[in-house]
């Protein structure tokens, strides 16, 4: 959506609207008339434009691209046949034509053009001339106000497009009978009158009239002319905006032309917030008109601020060229296409592993776990030694005591230790046993007892030995021993093979000699 600001200057009165355009849809922000002292020219324009900044602010009106509207008593129309040339070649075959009727300095005018039709091998043409220092007054007051210029057109186009947009949009403006037919639209301001003939929004014929009480003379006047010129396409109904009197005008000139006359709202369908009032809106149907155009595909049929120029002629193989860009850009968005959905389809499938992954991983850590429980439940069960079978072996081992002279006063036992690091493959001992005692000075007893423990599988720490205490020295027991570790594994009970000789025997003593070690 563009917001436009459309401006129309005469006899002394600024008309301004703001309005958002869109696919030829109006809506009127604001609406206001401003009296100026006098015409707008190069000389005043800087002065006018700082007063219209001011203006707009004080009014809170925001900046927008300028539509100005030039009346019909400020242009030369003429109606103008050329040959049918080629597109680019036609902008010049019309001004050459326009040009050789004129009576100024071409360098003075700004000069535009419509195309109206063909007419047997040639083609017509609505040539617009206006003082390229009306233009240029125009430049000038936007530059001063901080507004750029984006158009100046005819009010007459604007006249033709606001009754062909409003038309049939209420019941106080009728579609005419029929609906295509030509129709007649006055637009009445303060101290100017402007009059115009279309068609279906095309522009037949427009004049400039003074307001008084000869207007409706003068229309009736402007329409003989027009039937004149057009006899087979007769004005159907008269469209009247504006006017102090507007209903007693519009009597008027239905008695005297016989055509239904109808009221002209120019904001019908898009009222302002604070909208003029019904007898100063005929100085708005231009701007409304102008503001239509602007939001049609087709664009302004007439800018004299940037006339239609001649091109270079097309060259004959762009289109082939285009062509071709074409399919090459169709070729590059399809493949594009389809990199991007196997991108897609790529980027789902490793974002459906990562998940597989995720699941996977606590797969695994709960495995871990359990293999954490398992190996601790069978580091348990190797440490599970039977002590009972291994004091009764190291019973059996242990000498004599009467002959060895050898006593055991502190045996213990311990599971061992297993490293937090330690993997079940490790060869590691299950417990470990430590002994001290006392012995006379012969050490024979104390290495064959750790003899008796390396032969079966048992490895030991070597012993140490210090002098006894005087109370052991006493009874015989010279020296005090210690082995600080000897090494147990776990064994099956088919692996404990050694049986005490009891030769001081009781009966139930050799009844267990006979069947063997106790337990078995």
Same mark, same amino acid.
């Not at 005469?10 to 002292?37: C, K, T």
């Not at 230790?417 to 470990?432: S, T, V």
């Given at each position: 959506?563009?917001?436009?600001?459309?401006?129309?200057?005469?006899?002394?009165?600024?008309?301004?609207?703001?309005?958002?355009?869109?696919?030829?849809?109006?809506?009127?922000?604001?609406?206001?008339?401003?009296?100026?002292?006098? =015409?707008?020219?190069?000389?005043?324009?800087?002065?006018?434009?700082?007063?219209? &900044?001011?203006?707009?602010?004080?009014?809170?009106?925001?900046?927008? *691209?300028?539509?100005?509207?030039?009346?019909?008593?400020?242009?030369?129309?003429?109606?103008?046949?050329?040959?049918?040339?080629?597109?680019?070649?036609? =902008? $010049?075959?019309?001004?050459?034509?326009?040009?050789?009727?004129?009576?100024?300095?071409?360098?003075?005018? #700004?000069?535009?053009?419509?195309?109206?039709?063909?007419?047997?091998?040639?083609?017509?043409?609505?040539?617009?001339?206006?003082?390229?220092?009306?233009?240029?007054?125009?430049?000038?007051?936007?530059?001063?106000?901080?507004? &750029?210029?984006?158009?100046?057109?005819?009010?007459?186009?604007?006249?033709?497009?606001?009754?062909?947009?409003?038309?049939?949009?209420?019941?106080?403006?009728?579609?005419?009978?029929?609906?295509?037919?030509?129709?007649?639209?006055?637009?009445? #301001?303060?101290?100017?009158?402007?009059?115009?003939?279309?068609?279906?929004?095309?522009?037949?014929?427009?004049?400039?009239?003074?307001?008084?009480?000869?207007?409706?003379?003068?229309?009736?006047?402007?329409?003989?002319?027009?039937?004149?010129?057009?006899?087979?396409?007769? +004005?159907?109904?008269?469209?009247?905006?504006?006017?102090?009197?507007?209903?007693?005008?519009?009597?008027?000139?239905?008695?005297?032309?016989?055509?239904?006359?109808?009221?002209?709202?120019?904001?019908?369908?898009?009222?302002?917030?604070?909208? *003029?009032?019904?007898?100063?809106?005929?100085?708005?149907?231009?701007?409304?008109? !102008?503001?239509?155009?602007?939001?049609?595909?087709?664009?302004?049929?007439?800018?004299?601020?940037?006339? @239609?120029? =001649?091109?270079?002629?097309?060259?004959?193989? &762009?289109?082939?060229?285009?062509?071709?860009?074409?399919?090459?850009?169709?070729?590059?968005?399809?493949?594009?296409? !389809?990199?991007?959905?196997?991108?897609?389809?790529?980027?789902?499938?490793?974002?459906?592993? +990562?998940?597989?992954?995720?699941?996977?991983?606590?797969?695994?850590?709960?495995?871990?776990?359990?293999?954490?429980?398992?190996?601790?439940?069978?580091?348990?069960?190797?440490?599970?030694?039977?002590?009972?079978?291994?004091?009764?072996?190291?019973?059996?081992?242990?000498?004599?005591?009467?002959?060895?002279?050898?006593?055991?006063?502190?045996?213990?036992?311990?599971?061992?230790?297993?490293?937090?690091?330690?993997?079940? @493959?490790?060869?590691?001992?299950?417990?470990?046993?430590?002994?001290?005692?006392?012995?006379?000075?012969?050490?024979? *007893?104390?290495?064959?007892? !750790?003899?008796?423990?390396?032969?079966?599988?048992?490895?030991?720490?070597?012993?140490?030995?210090?002098?006894?205490? =005087?109370?052991?020295?006493?009874?015989?027991?010279?020296?005090?021993?210690?082995?600080?570790?000897?090494?147990?594994?776990?064994?099956?009970?088919?692996?404990?093979?050694?049986?005490?000789?009891? @030769? $001081?025997?009781?009966?139930?003593?050799?009844?267990?000699?006979?069947?063997?070690?106790?337990?078995?």
């Amino acid at each position: 959506m563009a917001r436009f600001l459309a401006l129309d200057w005469d006899h002394n009165q600024l008309h301004v609207v703001l309005a958002n355009v869109s696919g030829g849809g109006v809506r009127v922000l604001h609406a206001a008339v401003w009296p100026e002292e006098a =015409p707008l020219s190069a000389d005043n324009a800087a002065a006018v434009g700082e007063r219209l &900044k001011a203006r707009l602010k004080e009014a809170n009106i925001p900046a927008a *691209p300028v539509l100005a509207c030039l009346g019909r008593d400020r242009i030369i129309v003429k109606d103008i046949r050329y040959p049918i040339v080629p597109p680019h070649d036609e =902008p $010049g075959v019309v001004r050459f034509q326009a040009v050789k009727e004129l009576t100024g300095a071409v360098e003075d005018v #700004a000069i535009d053009y419509t195309p109206v039709g063909d007419s047997g091998g040639e083609r017509r043409a609505l040539v617009l001339v206006a003082k390229r220092e009306l233009v240029t007054a125009y430049q000038e007051l936007c530059k001063a106000a901080g507004l &750029k210029l984006a158009a100046v057109t005819p009010r007459p186009f604007g006249l033709a497009a606001c009754i062909d947009r409003v038309a049939g949009t209420t019941v106080l403006t009728p579609r005419p009978e029929p609906s295509d037919g030509a129709v007649a639209v006055l637009a009445v #301001a303060e101290g100017w009158a402007e009059f115009c003939v279309s068609r279906g929004g095309t522009l037949l014929l427009a004049r400039s009239l003074s307001p008084g009480p000869n207007l409706a003379a003068e229309v009736r006047r402007s329409l003989a002319v027009y039937g004149g010129q057009a006899a087979g396409q007769p +004005v159907r109904a008269i469209y009247v905006a504006g006017a102090a009197d507007n209903a007693a005008l519009r009597e008027r000139l239905h008695n005297l032309t016989e055509l239904p006359v109808h009221l002209l709202d120019p904001f019908a369908g898009s009222d302002p917030p604070e909208p *003029p009032a019904p007898e100063k809106r005929g100085g708005f149907a231009g701007l409304a008109g !102008l503001l239509y155009l602007r939001g049609d595909r087709a664009g302004l049929p007439v800018n004299l601020a940037a006339p @239609k120029q =001649p091109r270079p002629p097309e060259d004959p193989n &762009k289109r082939k060229l285009l062509v071709g860009v074409g399919v090459a850009a169709a070729v590059f968005l399809a493949v594009g296409a !389809l990199a991007f959905l196997e991108l897609n389809r790529l980027d789902r499938e490793v974002k459906s592993q +990562v998940l597989r992954n995720k699941d996977l991983d606590k797969l695994l850590q709960a495995s871990e776990e359990d293999d954490k429980r398992v190996v601790a439940v069978r580091s348990w069960v190797n440490q599970n030694v039977v002590w009972l079978d291994e004091l009764y072996d190291l019973t059996d081992r242990f000498p004599e005591p009467d002959t060895s002279q050898m006593r055991i006063i502190l045996l213990s036992a311990d599971v061992a230790d297993r490293p937090a690091n330690a993997k079940e @493959k490790d060869k590691l001992h299950a417990a470990k046993l430590s002994l001290k005692g006392v012995s006379g000075n012969d050490n024979a *007893p104390i290495d064959q007892l !750790l003899a008796r423990f390396r032969t079966d599988g048992y490895p030991t720490a070597p012993k140490q030995v210090v002098p006894g205490r =005087p109370l052991g020295r006493n009874a015989g027991f010279t020296q005090e021993f210690s082995v600080a570790r000897i090494d147990v594994d776990k064994r099956a009970p088919a692996q404990y093979t050694r049986h005490i000789d009891d @030769k $001081g025997g009781a009966d139930n003593a050799n009844e267990r000699r006979r069947r063997g070690r106790p337990g078995q």
